[in-house]
Nanobody, 113 residues
Framework: QVQLVESGGGLVQPGGSLRLSCPAF????????MAWYRQAPGKQREFVAS???????NYGDSVKGRFTISRADIKYAVYLQMNSLKPEDTAVYYC???????WGQGTQVTVSS
C-alpha cells in the first residue's frame, strides 16, 4: 500500500519560514517525479513545485524565488522549504506522485499575524 505522509505545517507569521516533509512508503519514489500542490478555501488546487527523478525542478509563478523543493532519495522523501511566507500562501499543502495518481492527506499551513 502506497502512502505519502506530509508533516511540518503550522501557523507562522508573515515573512516567516516553514519546511514541509513528505516521505513515501510502499513505493520506490526515487524513480518518479514528486510534487507539491496546495488548496486554499474556496479555490481550486494549485501547482506549487515539482522535482524529477534526476533533480530537475519546476515552480508555480506565485512561489518562485521563495520556495525550494528538494528530495532525499535514500528516504524516498520530498521536502518543501518555504521562505518569506505571505498570508496568501495559507492553504492545505499536498504531496503527490502525479503520474501515478498518489496523493497525501495534506498538511495545513496558515500565515497570519
Amino acid at each position: 500500500q502506497v502512502q505519502l505522509v506530509e508533516s511540518g505545517g503550522g501557523l507562522v507569521q508573515p515573512g516567516g519560514s516553514l519546511r514541509l516533509s513528505c516521505p513515501a512508503f510502499g513505493i520506490i519514489a526515487s524513480s518518479h517525479t514528486m510534487a507539491w500542490y496546495r488548496q486554499a478555501p474556496g479555490k481550486q488546487r494549485e501547482f506549487v513545485a515539482s522535482i524529477t527523478s534526476s533533480g530537475g525542478t519546476n515552480y508555480g509563478d506565485s512561489v518562485k524565488g521563495r520556495f525550494t523543493i528538494s528530495r532525499a532519495d535514500i528516504k524516498y522523501a520530498v521536502y518543501l522549504q518555504m521562505n518569506s511566507l505571505k498570508p496568501e500562501d495559507t492553504a492545505v499543502y499536498y504531496c503527490a506522485i502525479p503520474n501515478l495518481g498518489y496523493w497525501g492527506q495534506g498538511t495545513q499551513v496558515t500565515v497570519s499575524s
